[in-house]
């Protein structure tokens, strides 16, 4: 499986942008998609997820009432929509997919979409 982010960039702070991942067909099933983050010199960290079969959504507290995490199953893709984004959100941005395969769940990791929020 290939996923691949995109739809970072630079914004000043208290702006949005829109980030997608689109997933490469499996023939396992899908069961979540999530996005992290990596700021500079820190670990990489959980930042919202999304369930394959009925759409549950997680996020991390920083992010929720400014983040929505949306998928759409027929075209393998998935949205990160950011909104009154702060300094501290600058990070390379992660998509994840884990799939069930062979009674294991693998993970799957995008490249990596960079964000600058500018204050």
């Known amino acids: 499986v290939t996923l691949v982010e995109s739809g970072g960039g630079l914004v000043q702070a208290g702006g949005s942008l829109r980030l997608s991942c689109a997933a490469s067909?499996?023939?396992?099933?899908?069961?979540?998609m999530g996005w992290y983050r990596q700021a500079p010199g820190k670990q990489r960290e959980f930042i919202a997820s999304?369930?394959?079969?009925?759409?549950?959504?997680n996020y991390t507290d920083s992010v929720k009432g400014r983040f929505t995490i949306a998928r759409d199953n027929a075209k393998n893709t998935m949205s990160l929509q950011m909104s009154s984004l702060r300094p501290e959100d600058t990070a390379v941005y992660y998509c994840?997919?884990?799939?069930?395969?062979?009674?294991?769940?693998?993970?799957?990791w995008g490249q990596g979409t960079p964000v600058t929020v500018s204050s």
């Open positions: 994840n997919a884990q799939y069930f395969e062979l009674g294991f769940f693998r993970d799957y």
């Open positions: 067909k499996s023939r396992y099933s899908l069961v979540v």
């Open positions: 999304i369930t394959s079969s009925s759409g549950n959504t």
